[in-house]
């Protein structure tokens, strides 16, 4: 009897930390749904009140257009300058002879588009999978006035710099943005291809169970041309805008959020 009674007592037990555990994965995707939500109606704002046009930063100037098929909720942080302040540091920082810039991954041409009206780089090559976000990346080209500086491509190949010219590679910074598919992207044959190149690379090796091995793979891979140097996401000040003085601490913070899912790292890898 006392054993069935504790059998009772456990079933009953497990019953409600199973649905405390579901509750709390369902609440947890609740708030993360309404604080993205929120940020997409702060950067709504934001967009309304800079006439969608980045207003500080390397990139100030540069006209975003209406249609966009990443993420809108960082739209606020990119007119502020805000967005990837690490990756828009290191491309301030190239030194001169590098005249184009490869972009994997190229989303709606922030990069792409945005080094060229910062005439950061004479020219952009655009990698990008999705149909529409190549529509939109040739849209913010015209609109801002450079697309015969830019030339648009889509997926992105195991041996994509094959279709590139050695004279263009050994000139550029390739910058590789892929959500993990830059270690399929990236191996020796491509490290020697732009061995006299920067690369920057968005690290995403917490996707995969192997992704210490993918890593170490990757670093090895570079060792011989590249050295490599770590960017980590650091801190941002909303208090340096007069545009943000009139919200309140929470909508301030949020709009300097990215929605990451943990801290961002990149890589990059400067000749030898």
């Given at each position: 009897?006392?054993?069935?009674?504790?059998?009772?007592?456990?079933?009953?037990a497990?019953?409600?930390?199973?649905?405390?555990?579901?509750?709390?994965?369902r609440?947890?995707?609740s708030?993360?749904?309404?604080?993205?939500?929120?940020?997409?109606?702060?950067?709504?704002?934001?967009?309304?009140?800079?006439?969608?046009?980045?207003?500080?930063?390397?990139?100030?100037?540069?006209?975003?257009?209406?249609?966009?098929?990443?993420?809108?909720?960082?739209?606020?942080?990119?007119?502020?300058?805000?967005?990837?302040?690490?990756?828009?540091?290191?491309?301030?920082?190239?030194?001169?002879?590098?005249?184009?810039?490869?972009?994997?991954?190229?989303?709606?041409?922030?990069?792409?588009?945005?080094?060229?009206?910062?005439?950061?780089?004479?020219?952009?090559?655009?990698?990008?999978?999705?149909?529409?976000?190549?529509?939109?990346?040739?849209?913010?080209?015209?609109?801002?006035?450079?697309?015969?500086?830019?030339?648009?491509?889509?997926?992105?190949?195991?041996?994509?710099?094959?279709?590139?010219?050695?004279?263009?590679?050994?000139?550029s910074?390739?910058?590789?943005d892929?959500?993990?598919?830059?270690?399929?992207?990236?191996?020796?044959?491509?490290?020697?291809?732009?061995?006299?190149?920067?690369?920057?690379?968005?690290?995403?090796?917490?996707?995969?169970?192997?992704?210490?091995?993918?890593?170490?793979?990757?670093?090895?891979?570079?060792?011989?041309?590249?050295?490599?140097?770590?960017?980590?996401?650091?801190?941002?000040?909303?208090?340096?805008?007069?545009?943000?003085?009139?919200?309140?601490d929470?909508?301030?913070?949020?709009?300097?959020?990215?929605?990451?899912?943990?801290?961002?790292?990149?890589?990059?890898?400067?000749?030898?």
């Open positions: 009897m006392h054993a069935a009674k504790d059998t009772v007592s456990t079933r009953i497990n019953f409600f930390r199973y649905n405390l555990i579901w509750l709390g994965y609440l947890g995707i708030i993360g749904s309404r604080i993205r939500k929120h940020r997409i109606r702060l950067s709504k704002r934001l967009d309304h009140a800079f006439d969608a046009t980045v207003r500080y930063g390397p990139f100030a100037g540069l006209r975003l257009g209406p249609a966009n098929v990443w993420n809108s909720a960082d739209r606020g942080s990119m007119l502020l300058g805000m967005y990837e302040q690490e990756v828009l540091s290191s491309l301030r920082d190239i030194p001169a002879g590098h005249d184009t810039l490869i972009d994997l991954g190229a989303a709606d041409g922030y990069y792409g588009v945005g080094v060229l009206v910062a005439d950061l780089f004479r020219n952009a090559i655009c990698y990008e999978t999705n149909e529409l976000g190549r529509a939109v990346i040739r849209s913010n080209a015209i609109l801002n006035g450079v697309q015969d500086r830019i030339e648009i491509r889509g997926m992105a190949e195991k041996h994509f710099h094959e279709a590139i010219p050695a004279a263009v590679r050994d000139a910074v390739l910058l590789v892929v959500e993990g598919g830059e270690f399929e992207l990236l191996h020796e044959a491509t490290f020697r291809a732009f061995a006299n190149a920067i690369i920057l690379v968005e690290l995403h090796e917490w996707f995969f169970e192997d992704g210490a091995e993918k890593l170490s793979r990757l670093m090895l891979d570079s060792a011989s041309t590249h050295s490599a140097t770590t960017l980590t996401m650091g801190a941002r000040d909303p208090s340096a805008f007069p545009e943000l003085h009139g919200f309140n929470n909508d301030r913070w949020l709009v300097c959020s990215e929605g990451r899912g943990r801290l961002m790292r990149w890589l990059r890898f400067d000749p030898r």
